[in-house]
Nanobody, 115 residues
């Protein structure tokens, strides 16, 4: 069982920055494919940024150049640095990792970007 806990969400004006963090219950991020998803009401959860165990990263087009996913293996954490935020970045952000055939999810953290 993997437990994930997100933090760092909040409200910010357009153009601002936030840093989301996800703490794992074990040393999972160094070997598992992980990522951040975003969900808005009425829509499916969508991948925002992902990273493999081999450090290959991918981003949805709308956040390229503004968001950066990273991991701190010593602290068992994964972060999402979000810069130049836009109102369309608003949503609940979920941390996820794929391990031993299962997806594990955090509880989500709310991000609100006002114009």
């Amino acid at each position: 069982q993997v437990r994930l806990v997100e933090s760092g969400g909040g409200s910010v004006q357009a153009g601002g920055s936030l840093r989301l963090s996800c703490a794992a219950s074990g040393s999972i991020f160094s070997i598992a494919t992980s990522g951040w998803y975003r969900q808005v009401p009425g829509k499916e959860r969508e991948l925002v940024a992902g990273v493999t165990g081999g450090r290959i990263t991918n981003y949805t087009d709308s956040v390229k150049g503004r968001f950066t996913i990273s991991r701190d293996h010593a602290r068992n954490t994964m972060s999402l640095q979000m810069n130049d935020l836009k109102p369309e970045d608003t949503g609940v952000y979920y941390c996820t990792t794929y391990w031993k055939g299962r997806n594990f999810w955090g509880q989500g953290t709310q991000v609100i970007v006002s114009s």
